[in-house]
């Protein structure tokens, strides 16, 4: 079985990746193929490069798992829909099924 990279693309402005954090973390305990990456996102020029949906957002092997072409690049805080409606953070349900 070969590695799963997740990287967490954040920004310091938006409080909501560090739920994000604390979910992939869990997710990383249960499953030791995964190898838990961040990125900080530090400008609108360094969101733009990359192509930045907000945060956080959440890559598993380089492509965005809950992309959709609607979610403007930049400096923004992302929002998902979970089952308990809108969210600042994808649910561990979610992220869960991301990584199959």
Known sequence: MGCMDI?????????????????????????????????????VEAAERVGFH?????????????GDDSTQVGLACRRYMTDDGPAGAPSLAQLRSAVG
Do not use: H, K
């Open 7 to 43: 990287t967490l693309q954040y920004f310091d402005g938006c409080p909501n990746w560090t739920v994000a954090d604390e979910r992939l973390r869990i997710l990383a305990e249960e499953r030791p193929d995964i190898v838990l990456e961040y990125q900080l996102i530090e400008s």
């Open 54 to 66: 907000g945060s956080p957002t959440v890559l598993i092997n380089g492509v965005d798992a809950f």
